[in-house]
């Protein structure tokens, strides 16, 4: 079991920068696949960012090049830095983890999820 909590969201102008973070307690952080989703107002969730135990990573065509998704095992926490936001990028955005070897990009290969953190991005 892990327990997720998300924490960093707010609101900016567009062009401006947030980090979210993505405490995690439980079972060894170090063990799972951690990922960034999103889900804005009428809109289904959708993937962001990923990333493997060892640093492998993966991002939506969407915020590549703006965001950057890191983790810190020993710290047992979860980051996504957000730049030159958009207005299209409110949303809450979500951790999540998932008990598997191989990056995962679907939300419904996730096992556990935070509550989640408002970001909203005015123009």
């Known amino acids: 079991q892990v327990q997720l909590v998300e924490s960093g969201g707010g609101l900016v102008q567009a062009g401006g920068s947030l980090r979210l973070s993505c405490a995690a307690s439980?079972?060894?952080?170090?063990?799972?696949?951690m990922g960034w989703f999103r889900q804005a107002p009428g809109k289904e969730r959708e993937f962001v960012s990923a990333?493997?135990?060892?640093?492998?990573?993966t991002y939506a065509d969407s915020v590549k090049g703006r965001f950057i998704i890191s983790r810190d095992n020993a710290k047992n926490t979860l980051y996504l830095e957000m730049n030159s936001l958009k207005p299209e990028d409110t949303a809450v955005y979500y951790c999540a983890a998932a008990n598997t070897v191989a990056l995962r990009v679907e939300a419904r290969q996730y096992d556990y999820w935070g509550q989640g953190t408002q970001v909203t991005v005015s123009s």
């Open positions: 439980g079972r060894m952080f170090s063990d799972y696949i």
């Open positions: 990333i493997s135990r060892r640093g492998l990573i």
